[in-house]
């Protein structure tokens, strides 16, 4: 199993960015898939979830309106969607793979920093 995130990277509030993450080694379309953050000093903090099958999304209320999950089982690609973005967003983001409501996997995440 093996999970790449990319598309982290410095911006300012208010603004976008759009991660990704690619999946290899499992049938990424028999999975929920997560994301999940860590800023610095704190532990991890659930972020969203999509699952298989009819694509089901939850969001953490605090980025609710702002983040998109989405997910490209063609592609084997995870994606959020980050919108809006605030400076207690900033934060190591790592995707992960869902077993029977644990992360089992996870990559080696990509930092967002929001700042001005």
């Known amino acids: 199993v093996q999970l790449v995130e990319s598309g982290g990277g410095m911006v300012q509030p208010g603004g976008s960015l759009r991660l990704s993450c690619a999946a290899s080694g499992f049938t990424f379309s028999s999975y929920d898939m997560s994301w999940v953050r860590q800023a610095p000093g704190k532990g991890p903090e659930w972020v969203s979830d999509i699952t298989t099958g009819d694509g089901s999304t939850y969001y953490l209320d605090s980025v609710k309106g702002r983040f998109t999950i989405s997910r490209d089982n063609a592609k084997n690609t995870l994606y959020l969607q980050m919108n809006s973005l605030k400076p207690e967003d900033t934060a190591l983001y790592y995707c992960?793979?869902?077993?029977?409501?644990?992360?089992?996997?996870w990559g080696q995440g990509t930092q967002v920093t929001v700042s001005s």
């Open positions: 992960a793979r869902d077993l029977a409501g644990q992360n089992d996997y």
